[in-house]
């Protein structure tokens, strides 16, 4: 690869001044609000295409260790860890007909996951698995969510298409009841929600759009059915059709070679195009990846962390283009590391975004022989506005003849739908089958919007404790008035890219915390002086990214251009500092946080360690 060359002071000038315009272009004034949820009449997009109709089973009323709500690698993780500390008893009860979460959902046809494998897939080490290939295909992955599953003896009391309606704590017998929308009403000691970040799929809320007489789904939920074929392509169904598809986010990148490849004709509407950088999708094999050595996974997946959450490290064993590009994600970091000047600091890392910036528009000038269709996939914003994507077949199949790239910035997204199609300016386009890649509600769990009411002690509802002062957790997991609960998520701890490690942790966390509480006889729940010392020590070192993301072109990192950064305050040093805080914590006698029960503890008792607890 060739350095990015770097622009000169006119030039920076000259973007600031493009960015603005194409921000004001496409800043909508109903924000967040132009999206529709997948439910009521639009229920039909988030529907179980996999599943098949659900079994009869008489419902539950028995009492187990540890609900878990949520089968996605979160409540997957949550149960493996429970049971490497000894958990007899883990229910995880999960919306869909099998574990996998995300994974599950999402079968579009060329799904990867854009996160090298090796690092993404958890558990490499303890389940022995190597994967074949840099980045995974989506089934790939989903059969290692089954694998650790199988492995940690997590079906035999699982509860699928299943979800759960509430949870109430119980004084006089210290557990949580479960209720779920298939009559159960169980006990629990400990519950943990892992309730993922992009589990609902999203609509445009485009005028007309209940009126379309042709095919649509979202990509969440893929119509094979329909299409034919499977997630490697050979959708014959598609053969002779006009396929329409609106999004060009990280999934819509990843879907478009494929129709392209497919579709009688596919027209591609987007609003707002995506950074694509190079993919160099690779075979690998276990020794490229040092799989002999014990711990290999682990090491790797440290590094990347580092990398990729601002620290420097003395090799790069990943080196791709997230680490390669780690240093221009500052700003969708809660990591705040940088010594020295900011102003210099901030003059030097607009220079490299610019020059990265070039580059990626430079890749769309080389590929798309369309110099008009070149122009109108160049994305003008900083590389930190949007999730960067990366492709190798995105840009080529628009050399095809039988795809049309139609631009909808000026009219802020397709305006109508109608009968037949849709309505882009003047232009009306008659379409057999619309696709929606569209995203997800990011960050919205069922806690924290309503639909799952979490009733703690005295009958406290979650949301109302945290109506006045916001979200109070210690450490984003475990509340005061809540014992016994961790909620697993994004909520007042540190994120990363490679959302399974942070998975891990948390999980490797709350395991923990149940042990601890067992060998004690014990509750766990933080006081309240231990949740206002967390916030204190968040709101402390926050960096200031608002002004950042306030320039930045609509999108959830930026709650559709607010300004503000999208999702709750976090830790500011990084992921890895984080987990380090976790680990330090949980040695030092866990901080106060268990409490006396008042009743029996229940039979079980740990009886071995987490390897990384
Ligand atoms: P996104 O929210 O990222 O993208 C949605 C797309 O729909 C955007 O291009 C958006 O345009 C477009 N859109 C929305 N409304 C309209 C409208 N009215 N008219 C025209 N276009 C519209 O969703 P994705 O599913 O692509 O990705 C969601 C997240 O899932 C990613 O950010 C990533 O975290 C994860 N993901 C990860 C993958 C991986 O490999 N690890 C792969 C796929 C997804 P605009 O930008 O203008 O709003």
Redesign the pocket.
């Known amino acids: 690869m060739t350095t990015p060359q770097a622009p000169s002071s006119d030039e920076l000038t000259d973007l600031r001044q493009r960015y603005r315009l194409e921000r004001e272009r496409?800043v909508r004034p109903d924000g967040a609000l132009?999206y529709r949820a997948t439910e009521a009449e639009f229920g039909y997009y988030a529907a179980d295409p996999y599943a098949g109709e659900p079994t009869e089973r008489v419902p539950l009323h028995d009492t187990v260790d540890v609900a878990v709500v949520g089968g996605g690698f979160g409540g997957i993780l949550a149960g493996a860890r429970m049971r490497q500390q000894g958990v007899r008893r883990v229910r995880i009860v999960e919306k869909g007909g099998d574990f996998g979460g995300t994974w599950y959902w999402n079968r579009y046809p060329g799904i990867?996951?854009?996160?090298e494998s090796h690092v993404y897939l958890p558990l490499l080490d303890e389940t022995g698995y190597v994967p074949e290939w840099k980045y995974a295909p989506g089934e790939e992955i989903r059969r290692h969510a089954v694998r650790i599953a199988e492995k940690f003896d997590l079906y035999p009391d699982a509860l699928f298409s299943t979800g759960v309606t509430s949870l109430t704590w119980e004084e006089t017998s210290e557990t949580w009841m479960v209720t779920t929308d298939r009559g159960d009403a169980f006990r629990a000691t400990y519950v943990v929600t892992a309730t993922g970040t992009?589990s609902e799929p999203k609509l445009?809320g485009?005028p007309g759009i209940e009126d379309f007489t042709g095919h649509t789904f979202h990509?969440s939920r893929w119509d094979y059915a329909y299409t034919g074929g499977t997630p490697d392509g050979g959708m014959t169904g598609l053969a002779q059709k006009r396929v329409g598809i609106?999004?060009?986010?990280?999934?819509?990148i990843?879907v478009i070679p494929m129709l392209a490849e497919d579709a009688g004709h596919v027209l591609v509407?987007q609003?707002?195009p995506s950074t694509v950088d190079v993919r160099a999708n690779r075979r690998t094999t276990a020794r490229d990846v040092g799989a002999d050595q014990d711990g290999w996974a682990r090491e790797r997946r440290e590094n990347y962390l580092r990398i990729v959450s601002g620290e420097s490290t003395e090799q790069d064993l990943v080196a791709d283009r997230w680490t390669m590009s780690a240093g221009l994600l500052e700003k969708l970091l809660p990591s705040f590391r940088r010594q020295g000047d900011r102003a210099d600091f901030e003059a030097a890392y607009e220079a490299a975004d610019a020059a990265k910036m070039n580059e990626l528009r430079t890749r769309v000038e080389r590929t798309v022989t369309d110099q008009d269709t070149a122009e109108k996939l160049k994305p003008w914003y900083r590389y930190a506005c949007?999730?960067p994507t990366f492709s190798d077949k995105y840009y080529p199949a628009f050399n095809r003849d039988n795809v049309t790239l139609v631009d909808?910035a000026d009219t802020h997204?397709?305006e109508r739908v109608t009968e037949h199609g849709v309505v882009v300016g003047d232009t009306a386009y008659e379409l057999d089958c619309l696709i929606f890649?569209?995203?997800?509600s990011v960050g919205t769990s069922g806690i924290h919007s309503g639909k799952l009411p979490v009733h703690g002690r005295s009958g406290t509802q979650l949301l109302h404790a945290w109506a006045r002062q916001g979200p109070r957790t210690l450490h984003g997991f475990t509340s005061n008035g809540f014992p016994n609960l961790v909620q697993m998520g994004s909520l007042q701890n540190a994120s990363s890219v490679n959302f399974t490690h942070v998975l891990d942790e948390q999980a490797v966390h709350a395991a923990a915390l149940v042990a601890a509480a067992e060998a004690k006889g014990a509750l766990f729940e933080p006081t309240r002086e231990a949740e206002d010392a967390w916030i204190a020590a968040l709101a402390e070192d926050s960096p200031d990214h608002e002004w950042f993301h306030a320039e930045c072109t609509?999108?959830?990192y930026n709650r559709e251009g607010r300004g503000r950064p999208n999702g709750p305050i976090a830790y500011p040093h990084g992921a890895s500092a984080f987990h380090e805080l976790l680990k330090q914590w949980r040695e030092e006698s866990m901080g106060g946080i268990l409490q006396a029960r008042s009743t029996t503890p229940p039979a079980w008792r740990p009886t071995s360690v987490a390897p990384n607890g």
Do not use: M, S
């Open positions: 496409r132009q990867h996951c854009d996160i992009l445009p485009i990509t609106v999004g060009t986010g990280a999934t819509g990843q509407f609003r707002t949007k999730r909808t997204g397709i890649a569209t995203g997800f609509p999108g959830y």
